[in-house]
């Protein structure tokens, strides 16, 4: 009768088992494919505005926004832990044994049993055979035993390569010692003292100093990785944890201070580098540190690794012309503005706020028409928003310099109502001195009624013939028409067309119309050039592209949803380096853990375990020779018959 | 027989003249650039420079073959960068560069030698010409070749754009497709070699042609196979090992998947008697996979490595990192399956084939579908 089996003898046999490793294998590679498809630690505004509030709120409670640090992942790990360390407590006896032992107690019976044995005939005295046997083997790298046995047999027991069972001990060794480096370097102590209400992440957008001891890491704290935005010349003692929506403020044993922040730029525009200079400074210092870290080269002091990670604005100065295009004045006013800083605009219900939120010193873009040119350099570029009373904002991103677009000059300023949205374009075409001020003075232009009048009366004079009251229709249809187009545009036009002329005229009426537009705002561009001390423009085919192009911009300008035009004139640069700042005690266990896996995997694949008994029998002249292997592949068929063929040879020759 | 004086000859005396003047012939080229681009190397890449002139020594000793390739690749490689003269433009206009030995010419004649390759390898298995396969195999040897040369001749390449734009062929998805090419070819020639059988060339060029057929739409289509520069990120000694061991991983994993799918025809009773034995395609198909995840440890624990001096820390659950991962369970699974469980045919097979998907994922789509710290081969 078999004994009962125990519970926990039974739960040890399953935990222990292969089929429990492999397919703890399987779940943690389905698993870990969800924080692959899954964003992961994206800011929680995110997840809502993309899933819902619904899926947003599964999503969290299944840990799925941080799979890789959510408790039922971290149990999965762990039981591939537990699993594979039963698994080496379990075999690594049985290895080491096999890795020792030479099995010389074989007995005749069993070897002849095996699938690789052979006889070979001998004439040749025993000892004579042993030293021949001897030689063969030492020459064939086996290690040996010899045995004596009772009725007057020798067996030579000997192995080759047994090593190969310390590479089974050497890599799931290694899975237990990696993962537990990384257990070290993960933030489980914080998980505990969370549970335990000792600490708790911080989601106010205050001063470092203010965030309160419960939010705060410790200098003491073992394993961390924060970050550190610093703005030139400025300096700092605290970097930042990201954790969920909120974050953990981590005190270091020292300071930095960033003096320069630099990017290289290759020929083509494609940054090269980015480097900072820091100081660190520590009162256990002498003398302040002076380093410079760039992507690839960190710098590591008191065990702490810090690392070039990224870049932004700090806090450039930009210098705007702002252009009012409801006002009636033709020239901009300046305004300043500090990157991540606000201003505000207008008084009163149309007060409005301007948010400074990014420069941009390089842009590499790809501006050709089939988009198959090379990318370049375009310049700086800014984005602002502008908030009115209510809160509403519209992000505005402008080029400082115009850009080259199907070989014509724009200034581009691009409009979006939310972040989800595209930016839609505004394209304001350069003049002849590549300046904006071209077509804001022919828009005042336009829109000024006595130069309405002016424009259609001088239109009007060019008229060939000298039918004066057809001049005078003329001209009263031409102000007409800049009045139209001056409240609302191309939609404006088309729907007096629409209201007036019959459909099948209609293509014909807006031709003609356009022409006459265009026509009209030439001689309106003429006149505001004479206004400015400006000789006449050429008609070229150029000029006429300028005027079309000022038209669409006009029309366009309906949409862009603010009277306010920021053209950045100038700026002074300030950047801020983004420091990422580790200490992993675990770091070396992984590496140690990962050399182990490296030789286990080699000894496992490329050494070859071999057994091979040599039962001398003088009574019956016979050398039984068996051969096993713990791997049942083609090799040990070819390394039997090898072995075979020369023992035949050998022992026969020399007979 | 003589076989039966049972001294076995040390590994250094069984190494003839010719492999003397190999290994020389290797260090004094290794020397050669030492000497001249001494500046343009740190510490690890000079270890790099002498570990390769050891490992391609010991790899020519082993396998003659190698060896011959090897001398083959530098002999038409100097030609190229002589032909240069220094100067980009000849690329375009000297006859021998530019139909021949430019980076561009040498991998489009690649591009053509494999598909001929390909092609040969099939004819040979419906004629059963060992003739024929022997062909096959010197176009398979010969696109090899011509592909070495094509990243030998754009390393120069690159450095007549700009001193600071240079660097090692293997930085973006058109190099590593090249570079796959290359790998899984020799990885298969070995084979070839050590199982004795011709009969398995058109199965693996099939994956391989595959990879030309990529190669070549990037190039017409994306003009990806123009030399960039850099990203920061990227400038660093550990792409010279990382890149390389991945890449033998991948190849090794494309070469059993394709040996899994002659396996599972010729059980299907397609081809059957055309192709080796099912017990010897099942112990390629294991040997490729060992050696497959060997590699992939090794360059995923490099790669480890590299994260924690690039990203600032080893391992950040990327999704390149992840999708690694997944790979190695994997064929873990695999492993264990076969060595310890003794499982052979077609489960594992079946398993070997939908590795390729999960491989490919891991090396393609997570460029593709996916964003991440890796992203240095969108398409």
Known sequence: MKAPISLSQRVYELLSSMRFAVSLLTLLGVASIIGTVLKQNEPYTNYIVKFGQFWFELFEMLGLLDVYHAAWFLIILLFLVVSTTLCVIRNAPLMIKEWQVYKEHATEKSLRLFGHQASVTTTQPVAALQTQLSDFLTAERYTFKTRQQDNGDVLIAAKLGTHQRLGYIFTHVAIVVICFGGLLDGNLPFKVQELLGWKKIETRDISSRKVPAESRLGVDNLSFRANMTLPEGERDNVAFVRVRDGYLVQDLPFTVALKDFRIEHYATGMPKSFESDIVITDSELSKPIEATIRVNHPYIYKGIAIYQSDFQDGGSELKFKLWDLAASNQDGFDVDGVVSQKGSLGDGAQKMTVEFNEFRQFNILNLSADGKGKPHNVGPNTTLKLRNASGQAREYMSYMQPLQLDGRSYFVSGMRETVQDEFKYLRIPADDALEINGFMHLRQTLRNEQAIRDIASQVAKQMPGDNAALRAQFEQSLQHLLVTFKQGGYSELSRIIESAVPKDQREQAAQTYLKLLNRAALQGYQMSRAQRQLPPVPETQETAMFIQDSLNAMNDLFFYGTPYYFQLKNYTLKQASGFQLTRSPGQNWVYFGSVMLVLGIFAMFYIKERRLWLLIKPAQQEVLLAMSSNRKNMDLDQDFARVQQQLTALLHTTA | MSTLSVKPTSFWQSLSKFDWIYAVLLLAGGIFSYQRYAGFMDIYEVSFLFGAVALFSYLGWRWSAIARLVLGVA??????????????????????????????????????????????????????????????????????????????????????????????????????????????????????????????????????????????????????????????????????????????????????????????????????????????????MYKAIAVGFAFFTIATILGAMWAAEAWGGYWSWDPKETWALIVWLNYAAWLHLRLMKGLRGTVLAWWALVGLLVTTFAFLGVNMFLSGLHSYGTL
């Open chain 2, 75 to 284: 002999v038409l490689s100097l030609i190229g960068v002589y032909s240069y003269h220094g100067d980009l433009a000849n690329g375009g206009q000297r006859f021998l560069l530019k139909f021949l030995l430019a980076s561009q010419s040498a991998v489009m004649w690649m591009n053509v030698l494999f598909v001929l390759a390909m092609l040969t390898y099939w004819l040979a298995l419906f004629q059963k010409s060992a003739f024929t396969a022997k062909v096959a195999s010197a176009l398979t040897w010969a696109a090899t070749l011509f592909g070495f040369v094509g990243l030998m001749v754009r390393w120069y390449e690159s450095y007549l754009i700009a001193p600071d734009v240079g660097h090692i062929p293997i930085s973006n998805l058109y190099e590593v497709f090249i570079l796959f090419c290359l790998i899984t070819s020799l990885l298969y020639l070995h084979y070839e070699k050590l199982f004795n059988t011709r009969q398995l060339g058109g199965f693996v060029l099939v994956v391989i042609n595959a990879a030309v057929g990529f190669i070549l739409w990037y190039t017409f289509d994306r003009h990806a196979n123009e030399i960039q520069p850099l990203v920061p990120a990227l400038q660093s000694y550990w792409m010279k090992i990382h890149v390389p061991a991945n890449f033998i991983g991948y190849g090794a994993f494309s070469l059993a998947a394709m040996v899994a799918g002659a396996y599972l025809l010729a059980k299907h009773g397609v081809l059957t008697s055309r192709l080796p034995a099912p017990h010897v395609l099942d112990d390629l």
